[in-house]
């Protein structure tokens, strides 16, 4: 069955016709922003597998210094999905829908972690990236 997700105002949607990759949290201070939250919660996509079903005209991209840029519904705010050099690259796992059979599999960039977030024990912590 696809993977589907939605922002909060349900007017972007998508579907991803295969599985998410590389689910992994980042706690540096980029995401942080980006995300709104104490860490990014992110998977990877085949960019031929992804599709949007609706709203793509809402849709408004920030593109960082590196080329990497963030999607998000311009009506609600909620950040959708990760671009490389204007190709979907991955998805935020907050704004998909139901079981995607991924679970987190890193912390990353912990050594920069917001001083207020406690991160529960059990998935492997690396003070930056993974070696
Ligand atoms: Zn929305
Ligand atoms: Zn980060």
Sequence with gaps: MAITGEC???????????KLHDARSCHCSRCRKAFSSQASAYAVVEAKEFHWVSGENLLTSYVGEHGFGLQFCN??????????KGVVHGVTLGCVNGEPNIKLDR???VGSKATWEVIAE???QYEEAPP
């Design 122 to 124: 059990g998935v492997p």
């Design 8 to 18: 909060f105002c349900g007017e972007v949607k998508y579907r991803i016709d295969g």
């Design 107 to 109: 912390h990353i960039y």
């Design 75 to 84: 009506k609600c705010g909620s950040t959708l999905s990760g671009v490389y």
